[in-house]
């Protein structure tokens, strides 16, 4: 039985797909804190210009440069599989695929952007990228893609990770980058933190909000993103458009979508390609999957909110826990996010995007399943989709449907072992929906007019 | 420019190749400690008789099992990469091209061996499957194919690497394998070397003596060994069988291939399937890389000696250091071995396959410029092959001769990150030529009558 579907190097995408020419209604601006929408000339402190136009675009495709192919081409187009051993276990008539974005030196989807965005930043004269990494998937990303265009790289690295999973760390230094433990006494950000909680663990919040900081006081610095913003999720859509053509192949079309949603990049990425073939009219259901403790697109509000915790980003329009939310420590880092993609959040508001909580423990079990079954481990981000996909396989088994799902495994756990050991050790535990938390964070929303449009 | 160079699942190979039917001389048999060879029999304690049957085979080509095949898929036939970035940092006219083993779920080469001599097992009414492991690569890698076919499998892990790489041990947990710290007090061989060195930190001799005794003294538990046997490197031959697909594709042909060789497994299964053109007359140089704190190929001597540290298995001859020595507390676990593969010692001693040593901290090196170019990062025992494959393209570079040069990339890196992190911090260090300890060693080796054929 065929197990891979593989397309060759001359099939990886040439152009990025931009979901935005497909939406029913016009994405919602960023805005500043007046109300009023931030232009290209406001983010041009942090970004370089063609990030700032793909950010804005509407263009249905957009070419991918060639040296940014000759990048990718190191691990794309990436392996789809047909999962026949969980299939078995789970005794189910539904087919599942999965796309398997492990295979990336980094280990996971994110350097499918970060190559891009490093690749732009050269070319714009740049020197130097700061950014903010959680577990470090998206540091260890910026770290490898930097060291591709000869560009340093500076990663603040949320402090509990920094000190609790050095071996990303490693990673990233021995892809040459520099990486300080955020909050960091090299920022007004990271003191003010400091001056109030001395003891802080930090958040991803926190340490966007140095890296911004950084990059906004130096001419040569840009700021990287590794999720949330347009221009990130266009440069992942290389896993969907991949997908779709080795969907085809296999003869086959997914009723379902599965991806982990955490700042959206891993479920647009995969998703979006599929959505044009929704707003054509063609069935499938995509299925934004969240941890029930950080509950974005299943319990927050849709409203704008910053991006970061101090409130140096503009405000985008999605669904937010509030950006004072500080998620329980759960795992999965690189879903510990108070926000969402504005792009993401606005096609679930529409009704055209699906949204799933599911909870730590399940996901771990289904993350053992899974490796026993199909042999890879999967980082703790990417559980996410597959025990969701395991719910959807079980109702097949009751119901005898034999759908099609496909689910993004957005990464391997090779850097998660810990986590893994904690589970079988039984220290894991789930977390109770922290409404109170949620709760005081929304109180806290920024006030701003929406825009006439 | 094309960087990949894939096959097809259906391009996936159907027979081994094994490379005693090519040999010159027949291979030189095991013996007992009387001096006589060691028949079917006596390796029925440990083994299942088909393993026994290729252990013993001079047919040229054995089938892979469906089966074995089927699980095979789930990572094969890995790809052949060109190492374009890695050239231009050089500056060399040679070409050079690797094979990326590491693609596996367990990150090596090693599943190859494994989930053949799992099927075996399972296929021989087995229950349970004990071994030893180093740094990890070879135990975690039978829990990957233990579990496949539903063996239990117990692991006998060198305590000092129990200890330092936790995570490789979770990898065996997450695959359901049991791992116990080596020496233990589960077996003779365990206490005894407890009696003698309480604060032993274990060895891999010492493992494998554990393991061994176990499965002797078990009717439902046999033994499996991650190299140095014949089957062992029989089974490793899709490497090479692949590779040279591969190299056609590429319209490329190897003037020399470089493999890390610690019992010679991945030496073995890289280079064989080229032998078989060497013996048909064609040039191509084989050269196998070991570290020179560990230089059995390159300073042991070849003899018959035991495969373990204890004096339980039989006999072979091989280029050996002495099994009563310790070598160096070196970062590359899998190359810390105090023999060699009967077979690829007997084609060395007949001069059909180079040896060559190199020191630690030059194949860290090796190991960084291959991370900051071809992005990879590479495990410590992989290094070696990159130092010697790195020295080569240099030579190349000053002579301007367009060499073409092929390695196995035997594994990724991603549980040695605490070796990156020694190297980085200037802790790590070159080792004199252990000479002494050595010749202490040899001076212990066996006694034994050569047999008459």
């Known amino acids: 039985m065929k197990t891979k579907i593989l397309l060759k190097e001359a099939d990886m995408p040439t152009h990025w797909y931009n979901v935005m020419a497909d939406m029913p209604n016009p994405p919602t601006p960023p805005l500043d804190p007046n ?3 931030v232009g290209p000339e406001a983010l041009a402190a942090i970004f370089p210009e063609e990030l700032i136009k793909q950010e804005m675009s509407t263009e249905r495709w957009i070419k991918i440069p060639e040296e940014i192919r000759d990048v990718l081409r190191l691990w794309r187009p990436s392996p789809l599989y047909r999962a026949h051993r969980l299939e078995q276990a789970l005794n ?77 760390r490693s990673m990233m230094h021995t892809w040459g980058a520099s990486v300080y433990p955020s909050p960091s006494t090299r920022t007004n950000a990271g003191r003010q933190i400091l001056e109030q909680h001395p003891d802080s663990e930090g958040s991803l919040g926190i340490a966007i909000s140095e890296a911004v900081e950084l990059a906004a006081s130096r001419d040569d610095t840009n700021y990287a993103l590794g999720s949330v913003l347009n221009h990130v999720l266009l440069h992942q859509t290389v896993i969907g458009e991949e997908a779709k053509k080795q969907m085809e192949m296999a ?26 073939d929704k707003a054509a009219g063609r069935e499938v259901q995509l299925v934004a ?34 950006h004072n939310f500080v998620p329980p420590g759960i795992h999965a880092g690189g879903l510990r996010y108070h926000g969402d993609s504005a792009l993401v959040s606005q096609l679930h508001y529409e009704g055209l995007v699906d949204a799933l909580a599911v909870p730590q423990l399940e996901t771990f079990e289904a993350g053992v399943l899974f ?60 977390y109770d929906y922290p409404e109170e938390a949620i709760k005081a964070s929304l109180a806290d929303l920024p006030q701003v007019k929406f825009p006439q449009n």
């Not at 910053?306 to 509030?322: C, E, N, R, S, V």
């Not at 996410?384 to 449907?401: D, F, L, Y």
């Open 35 to 37: 109300g009023n929408p």
């Open 92 to 168: 189910t008539p539904a087919k599942i695929y999965y796309k398997n974005e492990a295979v990336s030196p980094a280990g996971s989807h994110k350097p499918n952007t970060a190559v891009a965005q490093a690749y732009y930043n050269k070319q714009a004269g740049i020197k130097r990228l700061t950014t903010e990494t959680g577990a470090g998937q998206w540091g260890s990303s910026l770290a490898l893609a930097g060291q591709m265009f000869g560009l340093e790289v500076e990663v603040y690295m949320v402090k509990i990770s920094y000190e609790q999973k050095p071996y990303r």
């Open 251 to 276: 003869g086959d079309y997914p009723d379902m979508i599965f991806a982990p949603c955490g700042g959206g990049s891993n479920f647009g990425g995969i998703a979006f390609p599929f959505f044009a």
């Open 289 to 322: 999957v969240e941890p029930t403790s950080c509950p974005s697109l299943t319990k927050g509000l849709y409203a704008y909110d910053f991006g970061d915790a101090i409130g140096l980003t503009p405000l985008l329009k999605m669904y937010t826990l509030g």
């Open 371 to 430: 490796a026993r079954t199909e042999a890879i481990i999967p980082a703790p981000e990417a559980t996410h989709a597959i025990a969701a996909v395991i719910r959807e396989a079980k109702r097949c088994a009751e119901s005898g449907e034999p759908k099609t799902l496909l689910f993004n495994l957005s990464g391997h756990g090779h850097f998660d072992m810990s986590s893994y050991d904690r589970f079988f050790a039984g220290e894991l535990r789930d």
